[in-house]
């Protein structure tokens, strides 16, 4: 919570003011009873319309100020607390957009989500309470008591007992209440968890009929939730009744014994009365402070959840003496790519997912990757914009290292398609240009139209305009793989990788497509990641991977005499004749 607590260093002017605010409030509210006293006490003269006056106006002038401070506290308070959420979700947002791949599966989805949202409201509400209460209730329960004292000493003995006893009920009700909040928020994680995997996957759930059971599976999250939540605000709620029973208790027994107090000439009314209103304002300013405690174990948790995604160090950095991508060495052509003895490992495998990887793909070839599931072939597709850091060897573009570039620059440099394709609800002639904000409409349609995505653009009646869905689920497999590489083609880059980008089309498409791009990226360095034969074999170069490793590099016809595993696999899927 302390560490979150930096993100007000831009407010610090807004909550001094606060503070101030806060601290007038005290006085106002501690002067009114006071002022009471003396007027009821010493009296006023009949008929004195001046000192009627002087003494309303008075406290009129108390009762506005105290109000007054207290709404622009909650005000500007309201208005910090605002700022700092925002602060706090973009730091959140900006810290997980640069997560390395692998770091996101420390922190699922939903549990992302619930951090940026829900911790995040939770610390907000408690910092809202903190800047108006910190002040306040302190200052108003011994400003109380010591006032209350200075009226009669004996009286306030029974406002002074009372409190130790309103705090033992608290701190029960607490102990309790505490280790519920803190589950809260872990019981959160786990609702949304299985909300978007059913919502997510909802396809699958009505193939294999299991509709019921992600429907009890659900349910059975939902009441988890809804028990611990009742739990706690059954605990929470029983603080207002002891609280109205103390102060019904304390009032009586003020009453009481002020009462026999007067009597006995020992006390004035007036001092009776204002130490009724202290004790009213001390047994809510416990109130208060016992309120912002029994809510700050859960923003303590929330905070807590917060600082563990934002104190994940990135692994992919810039270095801090950035080597700019247009300073390759002589005789190195813009859009070289060359992998220098390059060892990769996830962190927690116990193999190397790459060992040993050399080769230089230079501007204008057509350099494939092919081998078996789980050879790296997407491995070493995501090393080249930078998404893993090598172990060991070097990833160089235009003779760089990669790591002495700033990503930025890098990947201005590369279009990208991943293997699976990723569309953002808008538009498509928005999900284009998300390649290139510049765009212009005759590049976007250039790019659709070497993409082969024309044909079915043309065929909707808002063209470029057509809705795309959340998720693209209003468009086929091979419809989102083909506007994922017109994203690419608009960058006009000079390399391309596109990890297994050709896999839900036919071959018909494929084989135009790759012709199309033949023509369109002449001038480019060019990475093609599939696992058919059809798909690689007219590469000027293809390297063929098996258990990280390199196990052959040249081209078809020479693969299929000098290279075993690529024989299996044109087998596999062809005839030799075929493929020959």
Known sequence: MIKLLAFLRPYRASVSLVLALALAQSLASLYLPRLMADIVDHGIVPGDTRQIVIYGALMLLMALASTAASVGGS??????????????????FDRVAHFSV????????????????????????????????????PMM???????????????????????????????????KAVPLFQQMQVKIDKLNLVLDEGLTGVRVIRAFDRDTHESR?????????????????????????VMFFMMNLTSVSIIYVGALRIDAGAMHVGAMMASLQYAIQILFSVFMVTAMFVTLPRAAASADRINAVLDVTPDVNDPPSVTATGDQPPGVRAG??????????????????????????????????????????????????RFYDVNGGRVLVDGVDVREMRQEDLRSRIGYVPQKAVLFSGTINSNICFGLESATDDDVKRAASIAQAAEFIDQRPEGLAAPVAQGATNLSGGQKQRLA?????????????????????DFA???????????????????????????????????????????????????????????EIAESQASLDEVA
């Open 75 to 92: 005000f500007f308070s309201a208005k910090i607390a605002s700022g700092f959420g925002r602060d706090v979700r973009n730091r959140i």
């Open 336 to 385: 070289t790519v060359e992998f220098d003895n390059v060892t990769f490992q996830y962190p927690g495998a116990e193999e190397p997912a790459l060992s040993g990887v050399s080769f230089i793909a230079r501007p204008g070839e057509v350099t494939a990757i092919i081998g078996g599931t789980g050879s790296g072939k997407s491995t070493l597709a995501g090393l080249i914009p």
């Open 141 to 175: 329960a011994i400003g109380g008591i010591i006032l209350s004292l200075s009226q009669d000493a004996r009286l306030a003995r029974v406002l002074i007992a009372v409190i130790p006893i309103l705090g033992v009920v608290f701190f029960l009700i607490m102990r």
């Open 485 to 505: 590489i017109a994203r690419a083609l608009v960058r006009n880059a000079a390399i391309y990788v596109f990890d297994d980008s050709f896999s839900a089309l």
């Open 102 to 137: 692998h770091q996101f599966d420390h922190f699922s989805t939903a549990s992302l989500i619930t951090r940026t949202t829900n911790d995040t409201t939770q610390v907000q509400q408690v910092l809202i309470m903190m800047m108006t209460m910190v002040i306040t209730a």
């Open 509 to 567: 498409t494929d084989a135009r497509l790759r012709a199309a791009l033949r023509a369109e990226t002449g001038s480019a360095t060019v990475f093609i990641v599939s696992q058919r034969i059809g798909t690689v074999m007219t590469a000027d170069r293809i390297i063929v991977l098996h258990d990280g490793k390199v196990v052959g590099i040249g081209r078809h016809a020479d693969l299929l005499k000098t290279c075993e595993v690529y024989r």
């Open 217 to 241: 599976r659900f349910d059975a999250a939902n009441l988890d939730l809804t028990d611990n939540a009742i739990a706690v605000n059954r605990l929470v709620s029983m603080l207002m009744p």
